[in-house]
């Protein structure tokens, strides 16, 4: 198990009893509900994209002679970015949801340093996950052209992360993404999903769905690294512990949290932080510790 030097523990809520840590948690997640829906609006409208960062031409083609910048010539693509630079982060939202549920996470990511984060929004009329899958897939091929950077972290909330990884494991988006965080997102299928027998989306989130099938299927040599934050009060998914990774060739590390529900999975401040200092965490070739066994380890956040 490669270790990732953060994800240090969540504080587990002062301990009350069984009953009131659920009322606790559900009182959280309507009132989390409640903003969500103020905010909503704001976010159906696809963000904003920043156009490439031309390159500077060298200082003696300037017209003015030395030191001068000149013009940029035209149709010029982004600057091959340091390796030292953060990726470009990718948020993906859950099912009948918008980019509207990151604002707190984009606040904390902004404030440490991460220039780069784009939200993308995916149609609630969407049938299929590989159909998703695909978009997010050329998503990520337009922002790695734009910015100059060959890989990206994305961060999924529920089903965004099932769409996620199915991307990484199934159609080769482990040589594009470096970290895939997944909030609340049903790995091994969700007996909960409102819907089931109508919308085909929320079928295939059901455990013995094809697609939860399919990323049961070996994948070796898979490059990206998974970080996957669950809940013990998430009513979604059932049984809670299917929103873990657990799968024998994936680099994956499961953070257990406690006191909060699925919704409020997106926008906690100590989840926030935690994703933070997961996406800083080094390359698994800069990793300086490993644990011996299983490349699928568990972080309690009690």
Not at 130 to 157: K, P, Q, W
Not at 262 to 274: D, I, R, S, W
Request: hydrophobic residues 40%; charged residues 20%; contains cysteine.
């Amino acid at each position: 198990m490669k270790l990732l030097p953060l994800l240090s523990l969540l504080p587990r809520l002062p301990g009350p009893r069984l009953s009131s840590a659920l009322l606790g948690a559900t009182a959280l997640e309507l009132a989390v509900l409640t903003g969500h829906l103020i905010a909503y609006p704001f976010g159906l409208t696809p963000e904003r994209r920043p156009s490439p960062r031309p390159p500077a031409p060298p200082a003696s083609a300037g017209a003015d002679g030395p030191g001068h910048s000149g013009t940029t010539p035209p149709g010029a693509t982004a600057l091959p970015v340091a390796a030292t630079a953060a990726p470009p982060v990718v948020l993906l939202h859950g099912f009948i949801d918008n980019r509207s549920v990151f604002v707190v996470l984009r606040r904390t990511l902004t404030r440490h340093g991460h220039r780069h984060l784009e939200a993308l929004n995916y149609s609630p009329l969407t049938r299929d996950i590989r159909t998703a899958a695909e978009l997010l897939g050329r998503h990520v091929e337009e922002i790695c052209e734009r910015t100059g950077h060959s890989r990206v972290d994305v961060v999924g909330h529920s089903l965004g992360g099932l769409i996620a990884r199915y991307y990484v494991q199934r159609l080769g988006g482990d040589r594009r993404v470096r970290t895939l965080v997944t909030l609340g997102t049903p790995h091994g299928g969700t007996a909960v999903a409102p819907g089931a027998g109508v919308h085909p989306i929320v079928r295939q989130m059901r455990g013995g769905s094809s697609v939860i099938e399919e990323l049961r299927a070996p994948a070796p040599g898979c490059r990206t690294r998974f970080v996957s934050f669950w809940s013990e009060w998430d009513q979604v998914m059932v049984p809670v512990r299917t929103a873990r990774v657990d799968h024998p060739d994936l680099d994956a590390v499961n953070v257990r949290v406690t006191g909060i529900g699925h919704l409020a999975l997106p926008v906690h401040p100590t989840v926030a932080a935690a994703i933070r200092e997961a996406l800083d965490a080094p390359e698994a070739g800069e990793h300086t510790a490993t644990a011996a066994g299983s490349s699928t380890g568990t972080t309690s956040a009690a």
